[in-house]
């Protein structure tokens, strides 16, 4: 699903793999060296064949340090790319989505999947897949050399694999249960800021300072509670894998003191063995935790594709291009609209109960129509049809005889103009905020702009 996010990216990861391969191969060869010293120097005690090993070692040590840094890098530089990619994707999607997509989520949710979503999937689809490839290299690198070691040493060593596995296998469901509560509990906390911060006017007002205390209060509470659902697995798994890890070394501590008492190996080929060992464990690990990698992701990917598989409620018209001027003669005709229902994602909800039925009236060019009523009689929805943020369910909504319906939505919102009950202020300057709405707009036009809302001299004086 992620895949193409990382399109632009691909040939950094591959060299990035390559280089956190390059790494693997080096610790093996440090290994190799590690056992030709033990056994040409300490055991047979030739101090004269220490140099030339050693000064190997320290070649590929050099290597595996400017590898290590170039895979770490490129790592990181594709994934930041591929979060910056993504999060514009999924921003911009959600910039066409009607109001009612906003209107049945919290703000503070959406955020969180903007960014602490987006970052968990990039930990999977992008780094994490390079983690996971080159772990899976590094196990065959690390078990072909303990295979030339020592075969049946090999065999106990690789051994821990299967138990691994199925200890992450037997974690993953509660993992990833407990991944999904923590995001969500993540969005709520984020929502109850969001919301007391942006409407502090209204908070103190009223004196709801307390109230609004216990609520985020509240909320981190589930928060905790979630967090620690996922530290206890968490806190329980590694323990567990440190326990078959330690299990694995003493098997191989056994086999290998057998054979060394036997004469079937060398203590300087045990020792080797055993540091062999402490590089082949950690890659065997990172392939076995997979399963809970992916349980974990699996919450974030999908509060991400909901965002990216829900539709816009209103499609472009044939007129798409089209550059309209209008005259400004607005008409509805027989309108019926109700608003929908909570649906699924890509599948808005059945309409209740109508707000407009049959409605028509018409509005010509020059003319002031004011349209009352008690709150809920459908006033703000006739402002919310002209701009096509819905459509009716029955009726046409016409601008100088031409159903709104038949043209681009971008045409028909450069012919409309809403000025809402409360201007919100965007952050930048007053200019900016003047011209929002016309991006082409001149200094000499917002000045005039601003003349004409009686506003100029109050905005001088700042």
Known sequence: RFWPYTRGDRLRLLLAGAALITVSACEVAAVLLFD??????????????????????????????????????????????FMLRLRDAVFAHAQRLSPGFFAERRLGDLMVRLTGDVEVVEQLACSGLVTTACSAISVVLFAGAAVVLNWRLSLAVLGVAPVLALAARGFSGRVGAAAAAERDASGSITSAVEQSLANQTLVQAFNRQNAESRRLHSEGVSWLRARMAAARLSSAYGPLVYLIETAGVLVVLGIGSWQVATGQTTLGGLLAFAVLAAYLYPPIQDLSA????????????????????????????????????????????????????????????????????????????????????????????????????????AGRVLLDGVDIRELSVRTLRRNVTLLQQHSPLLAGTVGENIGYGASAATGAEIVAAARAADAHGFIAAL
Not at 54 to 75: K, R
Not at 364 to 387: H, N
Request: with cysteine; proline share 7%.
């Open 290 to 393: 997979v399963v809970l990698d992916v349980s974990q992701t699996a919450a974030s990917a999908d509060r991400i594709a909901e965002i990216l598989d829900s539709r816009p409620q209103v499609s472009d018209g044939t007129a798409v291009g089209a550059r309209l001027r209008s005259a400004g003669f607005v008409e509805f005709a027989g309108v019926t609209f109700g608003y929908p229902g909570p649906g699924r994602p890509g599948r808005p909800g059945r309409p209740a109960r109508p707000v407009l039925d049959g409605l028509s009236f018409t509005a010509g060019p020059g003319q002031v129509l004011a349209v009352i009523g008690p709150s809920g009689s459908g006033k703000s929805t006739i402002g919310r049809l002209l701009l096509r943020f819905y459509d009716p369910s």
């Open 36 to 81: 030709v010293i033990t056994t040409r120097v300490l055991q047979d005690r030739r101090l004269a064949g220490f140099w030339a090993p050693a000064g190997a070692w320290l070649a590929a040590a050099c290597v595996a340090a400017l590898a290590m840094f170039a895979g770490g890098y490129l790592t990181s530089l594709a994934g930041e790319r």
